[in-house]
């Protein structure tokens, strides 16, 4: 899945002239923390409300709260902006993206194109979106954790069994992350499932592999096995 598809195209922009105000009150209307910051048409840096709350405790701990207010007034975006802001380029993929964000400790960044122009942002929240997305987590339902043999056809075995139980699959994630050696973990998440079979279901699943946990979200019910 490409950044593209997932980051902020409408991106809310201030230039680096401008008051540092304009940058405040822009947060406060839209209900961001980040904005990229512009001069000529040129991504130069960004502001995050961080970099606003740093420039406030530096002024309060010199300046009564009079002078503050001027000090915060008079001061441009310029004067409190990151400048050379982590990026992400446009055709990154979103493990990417979220790769960079962890590793470089911010909460978003801006998105850029072959030429370095601004295309877009993508932020935390737009990961949790993608998460949320490839889980079918929308679709509520059921979901099961399995350590599975690692060899061809095993999640299918699995899958079939929920099938024949009237349950229909939304999503399969596999991964080798903690799994024992020679195994993987594979998490299905089904919805239409008949819960009244439930429990012949999880005894044929156990014949197929080592189940770790079941989690009803409709009915907000959970099993943990191991």
């Known amino acids: 899945m490409l950044v593209k598809k997932w980051m902020t195209k409408d991106v809310i922009t201030v230039d680096a002239g401008e008051p540092l105000q304009q940058?405040?009150?822009?947060?406060?209307?839209?209900?961001v923390q980040l904005l990229p910051v512009l001069k000529e048409g040129q991504l130069v840096g960004v502001i995050s409300d961080g970099d606003i709350k740093k420039a406030s405790a530096e002024g309060a701990a010199k300046l009564d709260v009079q002078d503050l207010?001027?000090?915060?007034?008079?001061?441009?975006?310029?004067d409190v902006m990151t400048k050379d802001p982590?990026?992400?380029?446009?055709?990154?993929?979103v493990d990417e993206a979220a790769q960079v964000l962890?590793?470089?400790?911010?909460?978003?960044?801006?998105?850029?194109?072959?030429?370095?122009?601004?295309?877009?942002?993508?932020?935390?929240?737009?990961?949790?979106?993608?998460?949320?997305?490839?889980?079918?987590?929308?679709?509520?339902?059921?979901?099961?954790?399995?350590?599975?043999?690692?060899?061809?056809?095993?999640?299918?075995?699995?899958?079939?069994?929920?099938?024949?139980?009237?349950?229909?699959?939304?999503?399969?994630?596999?991964s080798y992350e903690d799994a024992p050696p020679g195994h993987r973990s594979v998490f299905i998440r089904?919805?239409?499932?008949?819960?009244?079979?439930?429990?012949?279901?999880?005894?044929?699943?156990?014949?197929?592999?080592?189940?770790l946990f079941m989690v009803d979200h409709r009915e907000n019910k959970r099993?943990?096995?191991?």
């Open 190 to 211: 089904t919805f239409s499932l008949d819960r009244a079979k439930l429990p012949q279901v999880i005894k044929e699943l156990k014949e197929k592999a080592t189940i």
């Open 23 to 31: 940058a405040i009150n822009l947060m406060k209307e839209r209900m």
């Open 102 to 174: 962890l590793s470089r400790k911010v909460s978003g960044a801006p998105v850029v194109d072959h030429k370095g122009r601004l295309a877009g942002i993508i932020t935390r929240s737009d990961i949790f979106k993608v998460l949320i997305s490839l889980t079918a987590a929308g679709a509520r339902g059921i979901q099961f954790g399995f350590h599975v043999r690692d060899k061809p056809g095993a999640a299918k075995e699995l899958i079939d069994i929920i099938r024949v139980y009237g349950g229909r699959t939304a999503s399969v994630l596999s």
């Open 223 to 226: 099993e943990i096995f191991e």
């Open 69 to 78: 207010l001027y000090h915060t007034y008079k001061k441009k975006i310029r």
């Open 86 to 93: 982590v990026t992400v380029p446009i055709d990154y993929t």
